[in-house]
Structure formats: structure tokens, C-alpha cells
DNA sequence: GGCTAACCGAGACGGTACGTCCTGTCTTGAG
DNA sequence: CTCAAGACAGGACGTACCGTCTCGGTTAGCC
């Protein structure tokens, strides 16, 4: 019965995938078109169409191969540092263009794509935020934090920092900066205890 | 010499604006063309071309006529209560489809469009940002805020949260989200002072 | 020496006739396409590739299985008898769907397929031709039809009126119209032998 | 109210008439694109979808602006003659490769495009068998020609032993062709009136 | 009865053209 | 001098087939 046809070329696949990023890192995600990755590529639209629905998701293909392993979250034995460690990888991700600037495009697209959203929902939020939960929850366990943190909201703020200067202020990101946003959110803003 | 020639019509400028509005609500900013504002507002393109350079420019004419007052930032004495008051404000706001939704079309379009990113940086950094800074600068006055507080990470904090929900993990806001955010950032994480 | 291996299968070929005819009859000649035979005659498009070079002599193969028969030519001792007899059937023929609208299809290609013009001029030409001369030859011998009498525009006449119809002024054709048209034809437009 | 709009471009409708003719003349009516003709003229593909709804109907316009008045009948006092020179006239337009190659190529393409069949017809059947028609009707009125002729047969059968050359044989055309034509139809087959 | 080559289905591949949509520019005529 | 109308060159879209190319799986026919 089954069917057995001839199984799709590694080859082609990754030849989509490296024109992409090229295609994002010289000319920007905006100026990326289907037929220009086929053209970068040496492959067919049609080749294209059949493994990817969109070039939304050829890009996060070939964007979330390698980003993997470089987000994963330590555990120091203190949640500050943790954190520090962790926001600080992820801010400097953002700003290596090989992968800044095609993750920025996915973000602006996933506004108008659901299919989109969900896939980079699922990626960003199913898989990072658990992380981070998981680092607040041993911090307020060992009693370093405090006991009735709102943790949804915490990582809202520490993240939130990062993602308002890539898509809102624009301002530079950098390892330093995100070391600074932990550590002003895990003091807090109040002068004193009492307030 | 000459003529007086017609003067740009108003009638024209404001349907255009609000066939604009009226597509984005209905349809969503993607699909969104310059043909269809012309066509629904009962305009020729050339109208709108001359009139604004992009789609972006049309729809931020449209959007930032009202929203102005609405963004103030109120002096109760209290830069918690100040910052509780505009966010919720703002996070109300982006609610509203008839802003939230071409809000965050020009916030996914100035990705990759420079000048509509200056524009929107204006308005919103420019224009708010100046207020936070102020009624933060008045609570460490006071003595309600540490002295040593860095005012542009804490601004990145609290409104970074709203952004992230709004752009990044897609989940509700609400004036009460608001509120808890500058609670939880305003305390901090830490269990303890000594920390 | 090597091995034998397997033989064609008939089953796939009477498939891919079967199926051919099929779609022609169902949706037209032009509609046709390889891919479109493969999938209703439940074969590989390969199959049709490896004993046919176009859809075209697919079509041929289909349809000219069964027309020889039915168009030879009869003796019954007058050429106009024998005339009206087999243009009748060629008529005839060409009205039935299964074999007309393949068969304009065909001739309809063959404008732009040389190969396919000369298999049909084989088919056509070579053996319907040399009976339609013949008969006229055996009425020539016998004094019923002009001495002088110049066979190949005399066929062209004939038939031609009949591919008119059926090609460029698209009215019905029928057995009672060729058998005009031979009448017609055999007596001649002018009114007195004189002229 | 009424439109004005910027009216079509004659330059450019004459562009893609002669690219057409060219390129069927140079590559074949079968090799032609919409997107072939649009790169030769130099016009973008909508401007040609604009005023025509396919290949063939540009190829028409092409064609059949040059050939109308050389199709006329002539009134020489003998429909012999009559049919002699007009018939002769078509045979060396049909034999002229920009004409010839091009209708060809629509009389095949009009096989399965009933909207071009019926524009052919209208062309060829309405338009020049009325002349024929006439023709042939003042001969029977001077009894030159038979008084019960059937003057859609008779027609058929001249007319249709060019098309059969043209479209079935391939046998080549010729003034001199067309006349043995008229020759042998107007005197008829059989040997004596007495058949 | 086991080998083995040819044939089969399936379907991915590089291509070409399709007809549509929208872009931003231009050219009219009416007001 | 501005407007609605709409034609223009251009570019990308996603689709349909083309004819070629691997794939396993299946049959014959010969040892």
C-alpha cells in the first residue's frame, strides 16, 4: 500500500534555508520574496511551496536551527545571576544580525499571522518561559525571593525590557543592559520596605 | 497673475482617514492597500499619494488625531499611583480595536520602514517617555523612589511588560494587568533589602 | 545472456487509453492533461511517459483502435453509391462524442505537431485516400465518371466539405448532409454541359 | 458622474499587435505567451490582459486588420470567374506566413474556445459566405449555373477543399490550386447530364 | 523456488507560464 | 490647480503541468 515516491532533497532544503538568511541579512526580511530565495538557492518556486506554507516559515526554519542551545537557562544556585546569565545571552542574540534581523521580521509578521504567532508562541513562550519559571520558582524557594511574586508579571517586566528596545525604542541592546534590568527589577523602584 | 486654484479638499482628506480606520478594523492592517482606502473613500490614488507617502503615514494620521489627551500623565503626590494611573490608561487603550489594531500594524510595519519608525518614535518616546521620566524624577524627589534608580531601565520595565503582552506573547491586557505590573516592579523581586 | 525481467503491464496501458478517452469525452481535449490521465487511470505519470511521448499519441492510440473497420471502402458498382456510402459513415463517425471530439483535438494539436501531423496524414491520407481513388478510378473505367476528371481535387471537394463542417463553420454534420454533399459534387454548379 | 481616465495607449496596442505577429511568424502560434509578447513589445503583461482576454484575441486583432478588403468578390458577369479570382485570392493569403502561420494557429486554438470559434465564425462564415452566396445566386439568375444548386453544399465543397489542404492534408496551396478547384466543382464529376 | 532485472506507484525536482493584485507614476477631462 | 478616473510599467504572488529523476515494492521469467 503506502506510498514511497522520492524523498525530499537535504540538499535543496538547505539551500532555501542559507539563501534566506543571506536574503534577510543583505537586504532586510521586507525585501524577501519566494521567488528570490528560489533564486538565491538554485531551486524551484514549486520546491519551495511544497516544504514551506509561507516564507515566514522558511525563515523560522532556518533561524531556529542553531538559537536553541544558546537559550537554555543555568542554574547557579542563585536566581539573580540566572537570570543575569540568561536575559544577557538573549540580548546578545538579538543583536548578531544572522539572527537579530530575521527574528525581528518574524515578530512584525506574526502581527498579521496567526499560523505565525502560534508557531513563534509556541517557541518563545511553551519553551523559554517555562525556563524562567522554573528559575523564580527555585529563587522563592530558597528565599530569595519573595514569597508571593507574581511570576507571570516578573517575567513580563524582565523580558518585556528587552523586547520594548528591539521593537519599540530601538535603542542598542547589550549584554551590560540586560545585566542592569535584572538587577533594577529584583530590587524593585521603592526607597523603602515601607512604601 | 494667475489663478487661485482649488484648495486641497477636507472632504477628501477625512474620508480618506476614515476609510482607512474603517478597513483596518474591518479587515486588519495586512490587508490593507492604498487601492482599497482610494476605492472605499471614493478618492482617486493620486489623492492619498499626494497627500502621504505610505500607508503607514495614512493610517498614523488616522490613529494619532485623538489619542493624545487620553496619554497625559496625572501628579496625585504619589509616583506609584501616577504611574499606575497613565499605564492602565495606555494598556486600556491598545484594547480598543479601533487603536490597538492599527497600533500594532505600524508598530510591525516600522521593522522595516525607518522613517515610520522615527515618526512613531517621536510620538511615543519622545512625547510619553518624557512625562515617565518626569514623574519618576519627582518620587525620588519625594524620597518614594531609590535615589540610585535608573529611570530609562525602570520606564523599559514597566511599559516593556505592556509590550511584550501586547506584541510578543499575545496575552490579554487590562487596566488591572497594568496595575499589577507597577506593583510588582515597583517592590521588586527580592525577599529581603539584604540582598 | 541477462535476465528477462518484467514485461509492460497491459492492465496499465488499456488504463491509461480507458482513462484518456475518458476525460476527453468528460471535459474536452484541451482540458487534457498527463497528470490528469495518471491520476484517473491510478498509474504513475511515469508509466505514460515510458510508452507514450505526449498526451497526444496517447489519444491517437485510444482512438484509432476501433475506427478502421468501419471506414473501409464498399463496391456496389457505382461511385457515386460507393461515395455517398462511406462519407455517410465518415459523418457518422464524426458526430459520436467518443470519437469527434478527440479527433478534432487531434487534428487540432496536430496544427503545431508535426510529428502528430504526419501519424494522423498516415492514418488519414495514406489509407482512407487510396480507397476514396480507387473508387473513383473503377468509375472512371466503367464511363461513369469523366475521363478527365482530376481525382485528388475532386477528394479534396468531397471531404473537404465534410472537415469544413466539422472544423471551421462548426454545423451539424449527418449522414443525409454527406450524402448531399456527394450528389452536389458529382453533377456539378454549372447549368448546361456547354459552359 | 462619467470617467475620463487616461485613455489607452495606441503605441502600445500597436507594440503588442507586432510583437505578436513576430513571434508567431518567428517561433510558431504554439510557442507564443501572453508573457512572451509583453517582454517583445515592451509593455507590461496587465496592459495586455487589459484589453484582451487571451492570446488568441490578440492574435485576431493582429491578423484581421489588413486582410478584409482583400477578401471581397469581385462582379465580373460570370460567377466562374467570380469564384475563380476570390478563391485564388485566399489560397495565396493562407499561403502569406504572416497570415497563414497566425490563422492557422487560431483555427486549431478556436477547437476548444468557443468565444474564439464564435469570433472566427463571425469573421469568416458571416462576413465572406454572404459574398459567396451572392455569387453564386446571380449565376443561377443569368443560368449560368443550375437552378436547384445548393448553394450551401456548393460552397462547403469550394471552400472546403482549400481548408482540407490547409488544415488536413498540408498539401501545399495556390492561386492555380483554387482555380482547378472552381474548375472541377463547377463541372461536376460524372461523365454525361444522363447520371 | 529463488534470483534478479524490468516495471510499477509515488512523488520530489527544476522549470515555465499562468492570470491576479498591488505598487507608484502618468495623463486625461471636468469643476 | 485639484480632483476622480483609470491606463501604464513593473514585480511578486500562488497554482498547474511539464518532463525528469529517484525511491521502494512487485512481478515475471530463467536458472
Given at each position: 500500500?503506502?506510498?514511497?515516491?522520492?524523498?525530499?532533497?537535504?540538499?535543496?532544503?538547505?539551500?532555501?534555508?542559507?539563501?534566506?538568511?543571506?536574503?534577510?541579512?543583505?537586504?532586510?526580511?521586507?525585501?524577501?520574496?519566494?521567488?528570490?530565495?528560489?533564486?538565491?538557492?538554485?531551486?524551484?518556486?514549486?520546491?519551495?511551496?511544497?516544504?514551506?506554507?509561507?516564507?515566514?516559515?522558511?525563515?523560522?526554519?532556518?533561524?531556529?536551527?542553531?538559537?536553541?542551545?544558546?537559550?537554555?537557562?543555568?542554574?547557579?544556585?542563585?536566581?539573580?545571576?540566572?537570570?543575569?546569565?540568561?536575559?544577557?545571552?538573549?540580548?546578545?542574540?538579538?543583536?548578531?544580525?544572522?539572527f537579530g534581523k530575521p527574528f525581528v521580521g518574524l515578530l512584525a509578521e506574526s502581527q498579521h499571522d496567526p499560523a505565525l504567532a502560534d508557531a513563534l508562541h509556541q517557541w518563545l513562550i511553551t519553551a523559554r518561559r517555562a525556563?524562567?519559571?522554573?528559575?523564580?520558582?527555585?529563587?522563592?524557594?530558597?528565599?530569595?525571593?519573595?514569597?508571593?511574586?507574581?511570576?507571570?508579571?516578573?517575567?513580563?517586566?524582565?523580558?518585556?525590557?528587552?523586547?520594548?528596545?528591539?521593537?519599540?525604542?530601538?535603542?542598542?541592546?547589550?549584554?551590560?543592559?540586560?545585566?542592569?534590568?535584572?538587577?533594577?527589577?529584583?530590587?524593585?523602584?521603592?526607597?523603602?520596605?515601607?512604601?
Amino acid at each position: 500500500m503506502g506510498a514511497a515516491g522520492r524523498p525530499k532533497s537535504d540538499k535543496a532544503r538547505r539551500a532555501v534555508l542559507a539563501a534566506a538568511l543571506e536574503l534577510v541579512k543583505d537586504h532586510g526580511y521586507a525585501a524577501l520574496t519566494i521567488e528570490g530565495i528560489a533564486a538565491r538557492a538554485g531551486v524551484a518556486k514549486t520546491t519551495i511551496y511544497r516544504s514551506w506554507p509561507s516564507k515566514a516559515a522558511v525563515v523560522m526554519d532556518a533561524v531556529f536551527v542553531e538559537s536553541d542551545p544558546r537559550l537554555s537557562f543555568p542554574d547557579t544556585g542563585s536566581a539573580r545571576e540566572d537570570l543575569r546569565l540568561q536575559i544577557s545571552r538573549v540580548a546578545t542574540l538579538f543583536t548578531e544580525p544572522g539572527f537579530g534581523k530575521p527574528f525581528v521580521g518574524l515578530l512584525a509578521e506574526s502581527q498579521h499571522d496567526p499560523a505565525l504567532a502560534d508557531a513563534l508562541h509556541q517557541w518563545l513562550i511553551t519553551a523559554r518561559r517555562a525556563g524562567a519559571a522554573e528559575v523564580l520558582r527555585r529563587g522563592v524557594e530558597r528565599g530569595e525571593l519573595r514569597a508571593d511574586l507574581d511570576t507571570d508579571v516578573a517575567i513580563d517586566a524582565l523580558y518585556g525590557a528587552i523586547y520594548y528596545r528591539l521593537l519599540v525604542s530601538h535603542q542598542p541592546l547589550s549584554a551590560q543592559y540586560a545585566r542592569t534590568v535584572v538587577d533594577e527589577v529584583f530590587v524593585g523602584l521603592r526607597a523603602r520596605e515601607d512604601i
